[in-house]
Structures are given as structure tokens and as C-alpha cells.
């Protein structure tokens, strides 16, 4: 079965400092990866997907298929991005969403 | 666009009782699920509907929690009778089609006492 393992619950560092968070990842097939990100008193929203390889608010994340890896990284971190990061693995049959146990991360000034 | 939309945002009731979540998604969306998020956890897919069909329910505890998605467009989850351990966040979301980006709503925070 496919599973999402976000190793840290909880992440902190200060502003300007470079931040990674980790994803690691079980599926037998080819997987489609996700990072979903939640501000306070917001809701659920997609921060960006791997297929696309675009760097949204200075975030980016490589799908490494060796390591089974995804992590999130932006190399110099903002107090705007104290948030709840989860990586989401959506199987390309039948389209299962599964998320990770996600990550607060939290930006100190 | 108008986004996922779920009723009611919060909910408390006694060990026992039944409840129901309502959710309408953005119009046009085929893919409709259905997550349960207990506090310090991700989301737990319960169930995943494609137009009214059920695509995946392997997670949904049968005994007490039904779903459905009439014509295809809103659905309703209930749990009768509720336990303790319900107590979470139910959070509706949908997609275009399964293999695009889901779209969340606010979610409704369920208390059981």
C-alpha cells in the first residue's frame, strides 16, 4: 500500500536561514507528488506538484524515485511561511490523495 | 470561482448520536472525497466518489459512517452512532478529474462528548 512519511512534526528556523522539509514516499507505481500547504485559519491549499517543476513563493521540491524522495526546500526562509506543509502522494490509478502526518514549520524573526 | 463549500463548520454532540456533513464542490469537479483529520494527524481518505460513484471506501468504518453523491454534484456524510474517536476535522475537497489538483473546503470540526 502506498504510504507518506514526513519525518519531522515540527520544524523551526529563522528568518533568512535556508529550510527543507522531508518526504519520503512507498508506491509500487509510478507515483504523482504533491505539497499541500495550510495558514492559519485557512484552508487546505496545493503549494505545488511535482510534475510541474515550478518554484512557487521560492519553494521548490525534485522528485528523487532512487531515494523515494520529494522534500520541500526554499533557500532563504520568511516569516509568512509559518505554516502546516503536507506532502501528498496521488496514485495514477485510480487516483487515490494520500497525505502525510505533515510538518509545522515555524520562522522565527 | 466559488470554492468547496461545507456545512455546518462546527458540530457538538453526545456519544450516540448520528450526525451529517454536507459538502458542495465546485461546480463542474467530478472527483469528490472525503477526508477525516484527528488533531495532530494528516488527512485520512475515507472515501472518494467519482461523478456518483464510489471509486474507494476501503477506509470507511462501514458500521457507522455512510456517504453519498446524489446526481453527482453534493454529498452528504453521516456517522450513526458517533464515538468518542470521531471527534475531527471532516474535510471535503474535489478535483476536475482525479489526477488534478484538489481543491479543499474549510472543513467541519466534529466534537463527540
Known amino acids: 500500500a502506498q504510504r507518506v512519511t514526513q519525518p519531522e512534526k515540527l520544524l523551526s528556523v529563522f528568518k533568512g536561514a535556508p529550510v527543507e522539509l522531508k518526504c519520503n514516499y512507498s508506491?509500487?507505481?509510478?507515483?504523482?507528488l504533491f505539497w499541500y500547504v495550510q495558514y492559519s485559519r485557512q484552508r487546505l491549499q496545493l503549494l505545488l506538484r511535482?510534475?510541474s517543476r515550478e518554484s512557487i513563493k521560492g519553494f521548490t521540491a525534485d522528485l528523487n524515485k532512487g531515494e523515494t524522495s520529494f522534500h520541500l526546500k526554499k533557500p532563504f526562509a520568511q516569516e509568512e511561511d509559518s505554516a502546516m506543509y503536507y506532502c501528498?502522494?496521488?496514485?495514477?490509478?485510480?487516483?487515490?490523495?494520500?497525505f502525510g502526518e505533515g510538518t509545522q514549520l515555524t520562522v522565527n524573526p | 470561482e466559488a470554492g468547496v463549500a461545507q456545512s455546518p463548520r462546527y458540530k457538538i454532540i453526545e456519544k450516540r448520536q448520528s450526525v451529517a456533513f454536507w459538502c458542495n464542490p465546485i461546480?463542474?469537479?467530478?472527483?469528490l472525497y472525503w477526508y477525516q483529520q484527528i488533531l495532530g494527524q494528516g488527512p485520512k481518505l475515507l472515501i472518494q466518489?467519482?461523478?456518483?460513484?464510489?471509486?474507494?471506501d476501503s477506509q470507511l468504518p462501514k458500521d457507522r459512517f455512510s456517504a453519498e453523491r446524489l446526481k453527482g454534484v453534493d454529498s452528504t456524510l453521516k456517522i450513526q452512532p458517533a464515538k468518542l474517536e470521531d471527534s475531527a476535522v471532516y474535510l471535503c475537497?474535489?478535483?476536475?478529474?482525479?489526477?488534478?489538483?484538489?481543491?479543499f473546503g474549510q472543513g467541519t470540526r466534529l466534537t463527540v462528548v
Open positions: 501528498a502522494l496521488l496514485e495514477t490509478s485510480g487516483s487515490r490523495l494520500t
Open positions: 461546480s463542474g469537479h467530478a472527483t
Open positions: 511535482h510534475i
Open positions: 466518489f467519482q461523478n456518483n460513484g464510489v471509486v474507494d
Open positions: 475537497a474535489s478535483s476536475l478529474a482525479g489526477y488534478t489538483e484538489a481543491f
Open positions: 508506491y509500487s507505481g509510478s507515483p504523482e
